[in-house]
């Protein structure tokens, strides 16, 4: 019979689960052919919940770009004047270690991860 964990439980664990820290880099190189808009513009990058500004099970990260007036290229379309400084983010996040949670449910269905066994 599964049920779910009780919080007071999953905060004692917590501390002994183990998680791999990522770093994502992300560089903008341009931002062209926007439509017509009358605010700024800026870009967001997120890696599930991490980054995401309206997530609540995350610490806020600074994941966006500068907010941009885009401008009209005199022809047909907006870009955003950026020109010799272009905008960098970093996001980190973490993540729970799964593997060997994963090797006992493999082995205790019977399945083997062994190539040399098919």
């Not at 009358?38 to 997120?46: K, L, N, Y």
């Not at 966006?64 to 379309?77: A, F, I, L, M």
Request: proline share 8%.
């Amino acid at each position: 019979m599964l049920r779910d964990i009780d919080g007071e439980d999953w905060l004692r664990v917590q501390p002994f689960q183990r998680r791999r820290r990522y770093r994502l880099f992300v560089g903008f190189l341009e931002g062209t052919m926007i439509h017509p808009v009358d605010a700024p513009v800026e870009f967001e990058i997120s890696i599930g919940e991490y980054g995401n500004k309206f997530a609540s099970t995350t610490l806020p990260a600074p994941s966006t770009t500068q907010p941009t007036n885009p401008v009209y290229d005199g022809s047909h379309y907006y870009y955003l004047p950026w020109g010799q400084t272009k905008p960098c983010v970093m996001l980190n996040s973490q993540w729970r270690m799964l593997c060997s949670g994963l090797r006992v449910l493999i082995s205790s269905a019977g399945l083997s991860t062994d190539s040399r066994d098919t």
